[in-house]
C-alpha cells in the first residue's frame, strides 16, 4: 500500500509537535498506543552495558556472549544451566522494579483518557504502571508465563514463584534438577510463553484480549483516533506500525504519532495526519506532562 521511496520524516520543528501532539491526546475520541521494545529501552530496560554486566557477568565470562539478547538464543548443554541463565534473566526483565519513570509517566497523561494498549513488548511493565488489565494486549506474550513446550494444551501458568526459587537455589549457574518445571499434563518441559514460533500458545487470556481491542477499534471507526505508536522498529511492523498507517490512511479524522529515536517516520500518504518525533521517548513524554 504504501511505497518505502514515500516514507518521509515530519517537516515540523519540535516545539510544534509537542503542542500539536498536545491537542491530539486532548481531543481525541480514542487513543490506541502502539508500543514495542524502544519504549521499555527508554525506561531503563537495557539488555546489554553495565545493567547486563552487574547481573550476568559470570555467564558473560563462561559463555561469550555480551548481552542479555544473546543469552537467550545461547545453546546451554543443560536445562539445569539453561534455566540458570533464564531465571535471571525472567526476574530482571519481569519482577524487578527499575523503571526510571517513563511508563508511570505515560499513565499519568493517559489515565484519564480513552485509550487502548497493543504492545509487543513481554516485561509486564504497562500493568506495573497502572494501566487496565482489560485495556491492554500484550500480542507476543509475557516473561511472566510459561507453557508446555509440546504444546499440548492452551493453559498458561504463573511463574513468578518458580523462577524466584530458581534463583534462590541456584549455584555454580545450575539450578536443582527438581527445579526444571514440567507441563503437568504431558510431563514435557515447560518453556516461555513468547511467540518465537509456531509452538506459542495464545490461552484464554490472549483471546479475550484480541477481542477487546478488535471492538475497541470497531466502536471508534471513523471518528477522532490518535494512533500514538511509541519505539517500534522494523522487527515485527505488520503487529504494529503498517496496520496503524492504514487504519490512518482509511480514516480521515485519524491522527498517526511516532516517537522513536533515530526512525520516526510515516509514508508521504498520511504527511499530513502524522507526528513524528525523532526523539527519545522519556524527553516527549515529561514534556507532554
Known sequence: MFSQRKIMTSTENYSDSIVRLKKEIETADAIVIGAGAGLSTAAGYTYSGERFRKYFSDFEDKY???????????????SEEMWAYWSRFIYCNRYMDIDNGTYKALFDIMKDKNYFVLTTNVDHQFQKA????????????????FQCSKPCHNDTYDNEEIVKDMIEFQENMMIPAELIPK????????????????????DE???NANRRYSEFLRRYDGQHILFLELGVGYNTPVIIKYPFWKMTAENPNAVYACINYGEAYCPKEIAEQSICLNEDITTVIKELI
Open 130 to 145: 497502572g494501566f487496565d488489565k482489560k485495556r491492554l494486549f500484550y500480542t507476543q506474550g509475557d516473561y511472566g508465563l
Open 64 to 78: 561469550g556472549f555480551h548481552d542479555m539478547y544473546s543469552g537467550g538464543f545461547y545453546h546451554f548443554k543443560t
Open 183 to 202: 507441563c503437568p499434563k504431558c510431563g514435557k518441559p515447560l518453556t516461555m510463553n513468547l511467540r518465537s514460533d509456531d509452538k506459542f500458545v495464545e
Open 205 to 207: 487470556g490472549w483471546h
